[in-house]
C-alpha cells in the first residue's frame, strides 16, 4: 500500500471512528474509539484469550493461538478493529465490515471487569444507528455458550440460522 493509500484508508477508518463515537449513536461519553494500529494487536489477541477461549475450546476443542494471531494482524491490516477506551484505559476492542448490502459486526471484545456496565450495549447501539442511517442492516454471529447473544436479542436482533456451534443474527433497518 502507498502512503497515499494508506493516508487515505486511514481517513475513511477515522470517519467512520467518528460516526461510532457521535454521542447521537448512543456511545456512552466516556467511551472513545481509535484505529486499532500492528502495535494493538497483541492487546486484541489478549482480550480474545481473556474473553473466547472458554468458549472455543468447549465448542471447538483446542484454541489456536496461531490462528487467532493471524486472523486479528488481518483485520488490523484491513482497517476494521478500533481499539475501545474508557476514561482513558483500554477496555475493549470492536470489528465492523461496511458491506454494500449490510453491517457486518464482526468482534466485539470487552476486558470482562468492564462487562455489564453498559459498554458493549452502547457500542452495539452505535452500530445500529449507522446501519439504520444507512437503510441496512445488522449481522452478526456468536457463539452458541456466549451469553452475549442475550444483549443482542435485547437490541432487536433475531436468530436467522444457527450451527450447533453458533447463531446468525441479524437486525432489521
Known sequence: MTRSERHSSTRVTLQRVEHLHSES???RTDTKLR?????????????????????????????SEDY??????????????????????EIGAIAVEREESHIQLTQLY???????????????????????AAGKPVRLRVLALNPARKLYEREGFRVTEQTPERFFMERAP
Open 68 to 89: 487467532n494471531r493471524k486472523q486479528v494482524a488481518e483485520q488490523i491490516a484491513a482497517g476494521i478493529y478500533c481499539v475501545v477506551s474508557v476514561s482513558g484505559d
Open 110 to 132: 470487552i476486558h470482562p471487569s468492564h462487562q455489564n456496565k453498559g459498554i458493549g450495549t452502547s457500542l452495539v447501539r452505535s452500530v445500529v444507528a449507522e446501519a439504520k
Open 35 to 63: 484505529p486499532a494500529l500492528v502495535d494493538d494487536a497483541e492487546f486484541i489477541y489478549r482480550l480474545i484469550d481473556l474473553t473466547m477461549r472458554g468458549y472455543v475450546e468447549r465448542i471447538f476443542g483446542p484454541f
Open 25 to 27: 449513536h448512543g456511545v
